[in-house]
């Protein structure tokens, strides 16, 4: 049974280009969850979604980052017009069913140049 | 107040001791407490989950959950050197569904 997928593992920017961090959940797993890791901090919620739903988003920047979890294919967490500070890794995470254990992708590192 | 605080360490401990990690939470509505362990440059993956009030133990690791103090923690027995990494505590305050709300992380140390 796969575990959660993201790609890509590593993605280089520069300042105002767009970055699309793409994450398939687990297997039976319809809840997926992003969290950003800033160096030397811990992680922060973003987002939470179910299959075309955005169910709390109270963690995502008001500007320049959207997520959507189509019916069809990976959730896509899209940044447009990278900054610096937008260097991070980001995490993908899945549950099978609501307020259930969450399992974490391995990640997408971005670098903004 | 943070909502969810840690030490961070680093805690050192030679291998084969007891290590132990604490955790201290802000919302006492929270419903539910996980431990994550992290390598560096790596994912979290978790080690425990805990609901209720008390002890539960799986292989070398217990948590404990006292929600009267706000306080949750992971005792890690006969320690190794693998064990070696950053312990994320993370809460879920939500009733209805799951965002988990992360401490910081606190770095263990095994010396062999």
């Known amino acids: 049974n796969a575990g959660v997928m993201q790609n890509p593992r590593h993605l280089v920017r520069r300042r105002g280009q767009e970055a699309r961090l793409r994450c398939s959940p687990m297997?039976?797993?319809?809840?997926v969850y992003w969290y950003r890791q800033l160096p030397e901090e811990g992680l922060k919620f973003m987002v939470y979604?179910?299959?075309?739903?955005?169910?709390?988003e109270s963690g995502m920047p008001k500007e320049r980052f959207s997520a959507e979890f189509p019916k069809e294919g990976p959730s896509i967490l899209r940044i447009q017009q990278v900054v610096r500070g937008d260097s991070a890794a980001y995490f993908c995470a899945s549950s099978p069913v609501v307020a259930e254990t969450q399992y974490f992708g391995p990640g997408t590192r971005l670098l903004v140049l | 107040q943070k909502e969810v605080e840690q030490n961070s360490g680093p805690l050192s401990v030679p291998e084969g001791a007891i290590a132990s990690l604490n955790c201290t939470y802000s919302d006492r509505v929270s419903q539910s407490f996980f431990w994550y362990r992290q390598y560096s440059g790596k994912s979290p993956e978790l080690i425990m989950s805990?609901?209720?009030?008390g002890d539960k133990e799986d292989g070398r690791f217990t948590a404990q959950l006292n929600k009267a103090s706000q306080y949750v923690s992971l005792l890690i027995r006969d320690s190794q050197p693998s064990d070696s990494a950053t312990y994320l505590c993370?809460?879920?305050?939500?009733?209805?569904?799951?965002?988990?709300?992360f401490g910081k992380g606190t770095m263990l140390l095994v010396s062999p």
């Open positions: 993370a809460v879920n305050r939500n009733s209805g569904y799951s965002t988990l709300t």
């Open positions: 297997k039976g797993h319809s809840h």
């Open positions: 979604l179910q299959k075309e739903n955005i169910i709390d």
């Open positions: 805990i609901y209720s009030n």
